[in-house]
């Protein structure tokens, strides 16, 4: 099995910074396998945010957070990090770590497997 732990998050004024992380632990849990974030706002679906791979490197959603945040990855340790500049009150969210097999296109398809979430808030 697949565990997935955020940490980071918070509360922030717009236009500031702030960064989340995600560590990955399990026997079965590979280097190669894609990992990314998704959030969700009050009373909105959950959306793709950004996803990484070993072999295609990062991939961000076509909307508003391109230019803003940026993935990166640690393979040695199984961890991720998502660095966010210039937050918007409409960044506001439940962050989700997000993983699937080998292959998954995070993007494109269900993660298999889903951390807790951490909070993010962007005031006004």
């Known amino acids: 099995q697949v565990q997935l732990v955020e940490s980071g998050g918070g509360l922030v004024q717009a236009g500031g910074s702030l960064s989340v992380s995600c560590a990955a632990s399990g026997r079965t849990f590979s280097t190669y396998a894609p990992m990314g974030w998704f959030r969700q706002a009050p009373g909105k679906e959950r959306e793709f945010v950004a996803s990484i791979t070993f072999s295609a490197g990062p991939v961000y959603d076509a909307g508003s957070v391109k230019g803003r945040f940026t993935i990166s990855r640690d393979y040695g340790r199984n961890t991720m990090h998502l660095q966010m500049n210039s937050l918007e009150p409409e960044d506001t969210a439940v962050y989700y770590c997000?993983?699937?097999?080998?292959?998954?296109?995070?993007?494109?398809?269900?993660?298999?497997?889903w951390g807790p979430g951490t909070q993010v808030t962007v005031s006004s």
């Open positions: 997000a993983a699937g097999p080998v292959g998954t296109v995070l993007n494109e398809q269900k993660p298999t497997y």
